[in-house]
């Protein structure tokens, strides 16, 4: 537990004091949706309509650009091979390192989608909502997100293959995220189901995701 | 915890391969605590493969590696340092707070942190962040793991490297505690580290891809 603390403790730490990561996806998720409007017109009708749809996908995007930096750094400066002499097998290691970028990604990205959704005009009723998806959906994107990342650690190129990777596996939690906001907001359909599969969704990647992590750490520590 | 004096470490026809092609074969070799073991070799021989291998990164393709005496429940990878070609600190956190996580991670105490930093002279160094550090110094907060976390097996790869005299001193002084104290080293070196070798093994042999041998 000591060490599991430690590597999250260290992480956390070392988010805040790089600052590169947080900051390129608040950024980049606030360049996307300022722009967007400009992009489709002053139709607030429109806007409104579609914001927690593009709430939701720009999050992603966000989401996806700091997490090639989960193990990538810790590969190159040999960090790696002194956590993987740890006491803590590697699925806990991937466990740990996930929960670090959703604490210091995802958490400040879902506190910035509300200020945002005010900029589309969003439907008053849909805050409620939206932020409960979000909250129930980011932890998967980053169990997700380290399956590629530790994929992806030997390749020089590997940017454009982690996104390949990894989006397929992020469109069921975008589709049950948005629509459950969707049904409120506009129905027809009800919430508790979609949110219910988003959570499960959610926690199964939260199991599972680890698993798939610690492999991919493997065959990049020979 | 404290290192019990009848751990052996035993390598038993231990092949490794990376790709497609045999790195080593056949290799046998044991080790009893207090010793050391010296794996020297040219450049490619598969010094650092040996290591890695031994350490748990690349699987074995051939052949077993067991630490007797040790913790049953533990891999060899849980009971050894490895202190590789890469560091392994973060150049943004401070000296301190480097030896703090290997410390906490690794399961060592507060005590042997302030006890790390004392013994390599980073006691200074301890609120600079890493990153602004020089290469010997770097490497020093790299083997004052060695000391923040206690493990019966030592693999050191390259360990002087960067080091200066005195450094080297205090390094010589902590394997020879270490052996003292019933802990196997096995280092691959090109240099003379001044250390009372009692093995050898020469990979330049193994380089020809014949059986392994050692004395």
């Not at chain 2, 046998?28 to 020297?40: C, K, Q, S």
């Not at chain 2, 550090?133 to 976390?149: E, F, M, P, T, V």
Request: charged letters at 15%; glycine letters at 10%; proline letters at 5%.
């Amino acid at each position: 537990m000591t060490a599991f603390l430690a590597l999250i403790g260290r992480d956390l730490r070392l988010f805040r004091r790089q600052g590169g990561a947080i900051s390129t996806a608040l950024g980049f998720y606030l360049i996307i949706i300022a722009t967007l409007p400009l992009g489709l017109g002053p139709d607030l009708n429109l806007l409104s309509r579609i914001a927690p749809g593009v709430l939701w996908v720009a999050l992603l995007l966000s989401s996806l650009l700091s997490a090639d930096r989960m193990f990538h750094d810790d590969y190159e400066d040999g960090s790696l091979e002194v956590i993987a002499l740890g006491p803590l097998p590697l699925e806990l290691v991937a466990f740990g390192k996930a929960i670090a970028h959703w604490l210091s990604v995802g958490i400040p990205l879902v506190l910035l989608a509300p200020l945002l959704a005010l900029m589309l005009n969003m439907d008053g009723r849909a805050y409620g909502p939206l932020m409960l998806t979000l909250l129930a959906g980011t932890p998967a994107l980053s169990f997700l997100a380290g399956i590629g990342a530790a994929l992806t650690l030997g390749l020089r190129k590997g940017g454009l293959l982690l996104p390949l990777l990894i989006l397929p596996l992020y469109v069921p939690i975008l589709i049950f995220g948005v629509s459950a906001v969707d049904a409120v907001v506009t129905g027809p359909g009800n919430f508790s189901g979609a949110f219910s599969i988003l959570c499960a969704l959610s926690l199964a990647s939260l199991v599972l995701a680890p698993l798939g992590t610690a492999a991919a750490l493997r065959l990049n520590l020979p | 915890m404290i290192t019990d004096p009848a751990i052996q470490l035993i390598v038993n026809n231990l092949a490794a391969m990376r790709g497609t092609r045999i790195i080593f074969e056949g290799l046998n070799l044991d080790a009893e605590g207090g010793h050391a073991l010296t794996v020297i070799g040219p450049n490619g021989a598969g010094k650092t493969t040996f290591l890695r291998c031994i350490a748990g990164f690349l699987p074995a393709t051939e052949g077993t590696v067991r630490l007797e005496g040790g913790d049953e429940e533990r891999s060899v990878g849980e009971q050894c340092h490895y202190i590789g070609h890469l560091n392994g600190i973060k150049p943004a956190l401070t000296v301190l707070e480097n030896l703090e996580f290997f410390a906490n991670f690794l399961q060592g105490s507060r005590e042997t942190t302030a006890q790390a930093a004392e013994r390599l002279a980073l006691a200074e160094l301890a609120d600079i962040q890493a990153g602004y550090l020089s290469a010997g110094q770097k490497r020093r907060l790299s083997i004052a793991r060695l000391i923040c976390a206690r493990r019966p097996l030592w693999l050191l790869d390259e360990p002087a490297v960067s080091l200066d005299k005195a450094s080297q001193t205090i390094l010589a002084g902590m394997v020879a505690e270490h052996l003292a104290s019933g802990g196997i080293v096995v280092a691959a070196t090109h240099t003379q580290l001044g250390w009372s070798e009692s093995k050898t093994i020469d990979f330049s042999d193994l380089a020809g891809r014949e059986g392994a041998e050692l004395q």
